[in-house]
């Protein structure tokens, strides 16, 4: 298992009304962080404030100049569902996400093990 490497996939991947919030997290935005609370409706994320239509593209993700990699504007207040990725062995390959190595591939449970490791500081263990 690899460190993330900012490829940026998932970030495309669930930006386009694929992530959730809870009540906490927009009461925190609306009171302490208003322009991203701006981008909510409803519960939903990321809301276009100017025309109340889903976003296809997290307005907080930004690439940066003259590399294929991307930051997050937001990264200490990002949403929790981005803080826990990536959950799964399974999620992951379905994401192409860049962490995985064929050693993580070839024996899943270890590589489940591994990544719990490497996110200990972000969420509980899957297991
Ligand atoms: S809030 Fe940040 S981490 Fe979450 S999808 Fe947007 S750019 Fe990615
Ligand atoms: S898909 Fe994987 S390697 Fe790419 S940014 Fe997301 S977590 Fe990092």
Same mark, same amino acid.
């Given at each position: ?8 996939? +998932? +970030?495309?991947? *669930?930006?386009?009304?694929? /992530? ?5 997290e927009v009461e925190y935005w609306e &009171?302490?962080? =208003?322009? #991203?609370?701006?981008?909510?409706? @409803?519960?939903? #994320?990321? #809301? ?7 976003? %296809?593209? +997290? ?5 940066? =100049?003259? @590399?294929? %990699? *991307? &930051? ?16 799964? &062995? @399974? ?8 962490? /995985? @190595? =064929? ?10 093990? $591994?990544?719990?490791?490497?996110? &200990? $500081? ?6």
């Amino acid at each position: 298992m690899k460190e993330c490497n900012q490829c940026g996939k +998932c +970030c495309v991947n *669930y930006s386009d009304g694929g /992530l959730s919030v809870t009540a906490d997290e927009v009461e925190y935005w609306e &009171i302490f962080r =208003p322009h #991203i609370s701006n981008f909510v409706s @409803e519960g939903k #994320i990321w #809301i276009d404030p100017d025309t109340g239509k889903q976003l %296809k593209r +997290c307005p907080w993700l930004k690439q940066l =100049p003259g @590399e294929e %990699k *991307y &930051i997050c504007d937001i990264y200490f207040d990002r949403p929790d569902d981005c803080k826990h990725y990536p959950v799964t &062995i @399974e999620q992951m390959v379905k994401d192409e996400c860049e962490m /995985l @190595e =064929p050693r993580d591939l070839a024996d899943p449970t270890q590589g489940q093990t $591994d990544l719990d490791l490497l996110m &200990i $500081d972000c969420r509980p263990s899957v297991k």
